[in-house]
């Protein structure tokens, strides 16, 4: 902390202040932290209190070669964004779940391509629904849409629109909202696929119908995911590994804040065990892989041949894929 005479205008009047303090923080603080809560996140007064943030690689001059290359390969990607990237970021209290995700690569703004569907993706989270706004398509290196995946240099893609999330509301409110949602922004005429929780379709103690019938009579018809919480999230790492793999639009903040170490496994004692922390950015995490796990399973039905046989489209049709 430091202190010196400063000039300082509040309420558009000029004042001297008696001295100004500064609070460093090193290494940045995480986004739960009191700092970037108030010096940047929710600032009441940016007249009264300012934040700065250090430039990157300031130091670089003095360190080893290599430092910030070799520092980067050997942490997880929540620590290397905060070490190295100098960003806040989600502390998990337990094991991160993805790798790779990289902000600069995969957020960035998108639009749906209008001749595939939209997928959405569904979590009823005890009360605190989730839903995804997606499309997995085949695109080439420039991003463009690849009608025929059999063409060279084209890679299959998962593009994230939207994230829509509520707390304490029931399934068939939160249909209703997601469906409004959608007519709004996209129209009446796209053609969507829902994929669901599997646990859905219990009872619970709560509700005379499952989650599953709340939905059917919204007019929304739910294709089941996996349930196996590695295959979940298998499914979704094969995006992150693969060139091109993920784009997700910058307004999807709880999966982005999610990707980047906020959607973590459970530590007890010190073990880490294969149940995921419950949170604000679980839910859509969920959501998004009840898509993930079932749909790139449809594309390499559908990529077999160019054009769907009888029996194909009819076996799809019963699962409510088509």
Avoid at 193 to 204: E, V, Y
Wanted: with cysteine; aromatic share 12%; glycine share 4%.
């Amino acid at each position: 902390r430091c202190r010196w005479p400063a000039k300082t205008v509040f309420k558009g009047k000029t004042t001297y202040a008696d001295h100004e303090v500064i609070c460093t923080s090193n290494p940045p603080p995480s986004k739960e932290h009191w700092v970037w809560e108030l010096f940047f996140a929710n600032n009441p007064d940016p007249k009264l209190y300012q934040g700065w943030q250090q430039p990157l690689d300031e130091n670089v001059k003095n360190l080893p070669p290599n430092y910030y290359e070799d520092l980067t390969k050997s942490l997880p990607t929540y620590l290397r964004q905060r070490y190295v990237e100098g960003r806040p970021v989600p502390m998990p209290t337990g094991a991160e779940v993805y790798i790779k995700f990289d902000s600069k690569v995969h957020v960035k703004n998108i639009v749906p391509f209008t001749n595939e569907p939209l997928l959405r993706g569904w979590d009823f989270g005890t009360a605190n629904p989730a839903c995804v706004i997606t499309q997995i398509v085949f695109v080439d290196k420039d991003g463009n849409y690849v009608k025929d995946p059999s063409t060279e240099d084209t890679f299959l893609q998962l593009r994230i629109y939207d994230e829509i999330t509520q707390k304490n509301l029931n399934i068939r409110e939160f249909a209703k909202i997601v469906k409004s949602y959608c007519e709004s922004k996209y129209g009446l005429n796209w053609h969507y696929l829902d994929f669901c929780d599997p646990h859905g379709m219990a009872k619970t103690e709560s509700s005379t119908r499952t989650a599953w019938q709340q939905l059917i009579e919204e007019g929304v018809h739910p294709i089941p995911g996996a349930i196996e919480i590695r295959e979940r999230i298998l499914a979704v790492q094969f995006f992150l590994d693969t060139e091109h793999g993920l784009l997700i639009n910058p307004t999807c903040t709880k999966l982005i804040t999610g990707f980047e170490g906020g959607y973590h496994k459970v530590k007890i004692k010190g073990v880490v065990i294969d149940k995921i922390s419950k949170n604000e950015v679980s839910h859509p995490h969920d959501a998004l892989q009840m898509v993930c796990t079932v749909y790139p399973a449809i594309i390499t039905e559908k990529t077999k041949q160019k054009t769907i046989s009888k029996y194909t489209y009819n076996k799809l049709k019963r699962l409510r894929i088509i």
